[in-house]
């Protein structure tokens, strides 16, 4: 046992020292600051899953998980929290629920709701922000919480073999909007690129979704070939009229409207290991222990074919449009008239 150990600090029951007695016995390592921690977790998917499940056997004493989606069969095999739990159910809800059954000892509330109607009270009430999500926009949206309420965001991201950690220290190292990245066409099928003529190659394909959606009131399943056959036929014919060929292939059409990138549950591991080591030390750090070590300010890439690590340092740009030296933030309050 380490000489400095809260073991027997007060506020930890003996069943909280029977079940951390191994972390007890880390140099540095304060059991009972973990506890009276609160951590945010958004995105309760592959990544999100594995965190919340490492931050509630480590002991964090508070998780608020938020995520919007439900649970899918394609979900099973990388996202053990959902094992035993109804398909469409809530996923934040059923984590919570799985969460509570690993751990009794700890406080956990789900949101089922979006990050834009998430109670800024939550932000607020957080530690830390961990981010597990799986688009660019929703990443933007949370470096914007996270810079508004001046919180640490631990945020992870993979796709097929690759996985990345980046922790945003806001005010000291470069957000997400410091240097943008280019937009992606194929990232958002937005009402404004199928008015009217299709602009570029990809809207034809936008409108064949567009279409399928109108004539059969429901979202093309990408499994389905006579769905893709339809938008593949819709697309094509566009594709010809305004000369963008090639044509399209179903291959094409899938790869477009079903925008889920290839995932491995050893990858999401890797990752949501490496946030969640990040986060404790993150929570130690801003206590003033530092034997944990010191949270990395680099962008960390991690590549599964050659198992090789690279930092990226991302030095904060004094002109963002959201923590830049020019940017001020206002906060009004409304008083309600009853």
């Known amino acids: 046992m380490d000489k400095n150990s809260d073991f027997f600090a007060k506020g930890l029951t003996t069943e909280e020292k029977d079940?951390?007695?191994r972390q007890f016995r880390l140099e540095g390592w304060s059991?009972?600051?973990?506890?009276?921690?609160?951590?945010?977790?958004?995105?309760?998917?592959?990544?999100?899953?594995?965190?919340?499940?490492?931050?509630?056997?480590l002991g964090v004493g508070h998780l608020d998980l938020v995520d919007l989606d439900t649970i899918e069969f394609s979900n099973l095999n990388r996202q053990i929290l959902f094992a035993g739990a109804k398909m469409g159910e809530p996923k934040a809800i059923a984590a919570a629920r799985k969460l509570k059954d690993i751990n009794s000892n700890i406080i956990i509330k789900a949101?089922?709701?979006?990050?834009?109607?998430?109670?800024?009270?939550?932000?607020?009430?957080?530690?830390?922000?961990?981010?597990?999500?799986?688009?660019?926009?929703?990443?933007l949206n949370l470096n914007t919480q996270s810079v508004r309420f001046r919180k640490t965001l631990v945020d992870g991201g993979v796709s097929g073999y690759n996985g990345h950690v980046y922790t945003i220290f806001p005010y000291e190292n470069a957000c997400y909007e410091c240097y943008p990245i280019a937009e992606v066409e194929t990232d958002d099928m937005a009402a404004c690129t199928v008015v009217?003529?299709?602009?570029?190659?990809?809207?034809?394909?936008?409108?064949?979704?567009?279409?399928?959606?109108?004539?059969?009131?429901?979202?093309?399943?990408?499994?389905d070939i006579n769905d893709i056959n339809f938008i593949q036929k819709y697309a094509n014919n566009l594709v010809k009229e305004h000369n963008f060929l090639p044509e399209y292939s179903k291959g094409d059409i899938v790869k477009i409207i079903d925008r889920h990138d290839p995932g491995i549950i050893t990858i999401n591991a890797v990752i949501s290991a490496l946030q969640s080591h990040e986060t404790v030390k993150i929570l130690?750090?801003?206590?003033?222990?530092?034997g944990v070590g010191k949270p990395i300010k680099s962008y960390v890439v991690f590549n599964g074919i050659t198992m090789k690590f690279y930092h990226i340092e991302k030095p904060r740009n004094p002109q963002c449009s959201q923590c830049g030296k020019k940017v001020r933030r206002v906060t009004i309050k409304l008083r309600s008239h009853s």
């Open 196 to 223: 009217g003529v299709p602009r570029k190659r990809i809207h034809c394909v936008f409108k064949g979704n567009l279409a399928f959606i109108e004539k059969f009131d429901k979202d093309p399943n990408p499994k």
């Open 111 to 139: 949101y089922h709701t979006s990050l834009e109607r998430l109670d800024p009270s939550v932000y607020r009430a957080a530690d830390v922000i961990v981010g597990g999500l799986d688009s660019m926009n929703a990443r």
């Open 19 to 21: 079940l951390y007695d």
């Open 31 to 57: 059991q009972k600051l973990i506890k009276d921690s609160r951590v945010l977790l958004l995105g309760i998917g592959g990544l999100g899953c594995e965190t919340a499940k490492n931050l509630a056997m």
């Open 284 to 290: 130690h750090w801003n206590n003033n222990q530092k």
